[in-house]
């Protein structure tokens, strides 16, 4: 059934109560898995994603599959996506040889090999596993906010946060409406209708290192949306440093006491 954004502009409220620039709840954890270097578990909304790193360690023969971004000078940044059978409302079980899959996992190894300091270990290997256990919406947004604080956890340096978000405009391509308003964080029903891109940002400030858009707009409107979603950033980004900071005086108070 296609959605009804008719009353969006009226009541100016979505379908799940939120207004235009509303992020849905964000819930994050990290130091959920004591045998991986590094871990965090993060929700946005009905989005689930539990992400795990290990490394550095002695570099793995290249061509082992998954996202890799690096060379001999510098640590590879290897990123493996696995979609859960029942994350999703058709129960689909992606292969590994799945586009989207690849795709996601090329994104997020090239933005992080950009990031981190990576020339600190050379000929070695950074993996960063990521296991969709749920999905409606912000699918690769999620997926980055989780890498980016399970690799905190790791330990290992980087210049800064790389969070990211969605923003989506309130009418489809077919319409042609150049007037359409922008929408912050788009949940699983909106993105089956609306266009919709996924930014994200590295840092406080507004300089973009992922910019990804899967469906069709006009070019008019994507100021406005990139404009919303650099705004979210922001937001999403002292969630992050919160879930940090209050783990980080989790463990001072355990070493003192």
């Known amino acids: 059934m296609p959605l009804d954004t008719s009353t969006y502009t009226l009541a100016l409220l979505r379908l799940d109560g939120r207004r235009w620039n509303e992020l849905r709840r964000i819930n994050a954890q990290i130091s959920i898995q004591a045998a991986a270097d590094g871990s965090s578990y993060l929700e946005i909304g009905n989005t689930k994603v539990l992400c795990t790193v290990a490394g550095p360690t002695e570099e793995r023969r290249r061509g082992a599959g998954g996202g890799v971004a690096g060379g001999d000078e510098k640590a590879s940044v290897v990123v493996e996506v696995s979609v859960a059978g029942f994350s999703g409302v058709d129960r689909k079980r992606r292969g590994r040889g799945d586009k989207r899959t690849s795709e996601f996992q090329s994104t997020i190894a090239s933005a992080f090999a950009t990031t981190l300091f990576t020339n600190l270990y050379p000929r070695s290997t950074i993996t960063v596993s990521l296991h969709i256990l749920a999905q409606d919406g912000s699918l690769l947004a999620a997926c980055l906010n989780a890498a980016t604080l399970a690799l905190i956890d790791a330990g290992i340096p980087m210049t800064d946060y790389i969070v990211a978000c969605t923003a989506g405009s309130t009418s489809s391509y077919s319409s042609n409406d150049?007037?359409?308003?922008?929408?912050?964080?788009?949940?699983?029903?909106?993105?089956?209708?609306?266009?919709?891109?996924?930014?994200?940002?590295?840092?406080?400030?507004?300089?973009?290192?992922?910019?990804?858009m899967e469906t069709r707009v006009q070019i008019g409107r994507v100021e406005g949306m990139l404009a919303v979603g650099v705004d979210g950033c922001k937001q999403v980004r002292e969630i992050l440093d919160g879930v940090v900071r209050k783990q980080g005086k989790k463990i001072l108070g355990s070493v003192v006491s």
Not at 182 to 205: H, I, R
């Open 178 to 212: 150049e007037s359409a308003d922008p929408l912050l964080d788009l949940n699983g029903t909106e993105e089956q209708e609306l266009p919709f891109l996924t930014v994200g940002t590295v840092g406080v400030g507004e300089r973009v290192s992922v910019l990804v």
